[in-house]
């Protein structure tokens, strides 16, 4: 078997249609918006930019529409060396809505995954030779719950690394935990997975302890402006945020942590610095609008870094 390189990953693309505001306006209500960009998304879209734009050798695994939208995701992925696996689907390539204050730069945002979110199983065997060959695999909940699985089993029966992002928070069953290396839940999942708070570090100790009771080998949780906590059976070690500038948008900032943490993962990196890496490549990522557009390049997250 040829060695194994790089990073594959399992996920959706939607376009972004970003709107900025003051407010999310009431049901019935109509308000007059800030701003306005459509731009490329979906999680598994922007932590394959996020991971390439690191240097990483990226492929992503995907289902698209025959359409315009289709067409901005297969030109996002060849501009940034992204290799695309995608099907194709007569479904229209999905969307999403993101609202973000435009004081705070906090998000709310609904996803529809169109083309994406009828991924099979059979989709993702099709691809076994992509994920087999990969370093790390990574895969998301955009789109459906067995084709995450199936990913994430042939990519642990060939001894590739896998990297878990439960997002978004959707009950799961507990079959899927032990094919996880890693899995990176922000504070809202990590609370709907185990039922447990996540409002302090102890609490997220806890929510840690549950998850690696269900069979993961390393719980990596991130607190959004509080950095992170990596936590496996030997060691539990808070990793702090970094600040690179203003807050802007925190939208994509998770998509920039686990883009981060398995770029550096496939190089070699250790575990809590490849942690440490992609918290410093989030906090870049929130200092500008947008997901993918947002995410940085290696040079900056090293500046970042050796200035810490």
Request: proline content about 6%; aromatic content about 6%; hydrophobic content about 45%.
């Amino acid at each position: 078997m040829a060695a194994q390189e790089g990073v594959a990953i399992l996920g959706i693309f939607v376009a972004d249609l970003a709107f900025r505001a003051g407010r999310l306006p009431k049901i019935g209500e109509t308000i007059i918006g800030s701003g306005f960009k459509m731009g490329p998304g979906g999680k598994g879209s922007n932590q394959s930019v996020a991971a390439a734009r690191l240097g990483a050798k990226v492929t992503i695994i995907s289902k698209l529409g025959r359409d315009a939208f289709g067409d901005i995701a297969l030109k996002t992925w060849k501009d940034e060396g992204i290799v695309a696996r995608t099907a194709q689907s007569d479904d229209a390539t999905g969307g999403a809505f993101i609202f973000v204050n435009h004081d705070s730069g906090e998000n709310a945002i609904i996803v529809y995954p169109g083309a994406a979110g009828t991924i099979s199983v059979t989709d993702v065997d099709a691809a076994t030779d992509t994920i087999r060959g990969a370093k790390v695999f990574v895969t998301q909940l955009e789109q459906p719950i067995p084709a995450a699985q199936r990913g994430l089993e042939i990519a642990r029966a060939a001894g590739v690394t896998t990297i878990f992002n439960p997002a978004p928070a959707v009950p799961i069953p507990d079959s899927i935990y032990p094919f996880c290396d890693y899995i990176v839940p922000n504070e809202t999942e990590a609370a709907a997975l185990t039922g447990l708070p996540v409002a302090t570090l102890a609490d997220a100790q806890r929510v840690g302890d549950a998850l690696l009771a269900k069979g993961v080998r390393t719980a990596l949780i991130t607190l959004g402006g509080r950095g992170a906590l990596f936590h496996s059976r030997d060691r539990s070690i808070e990793i702090p945020a970094f600040s690179a500038g203003p807050v802007v948008e925190t939208t994509g900032a998770g998509d920039a942590f686990v883009g981060g943490f398995a770029a550096a993962i496939a190089r070699g990196a250790e575990p809590v610095e490849a942690g440490r890496f992609g918290s410093a490549v989030a906090g870049i990522s929130v200092t500008r609008p947008g997901t993918a557009p947002s995410m940085p390049r290696l040079a900056e997250v090293e500046a970042l870094l050796a200035r810490r």
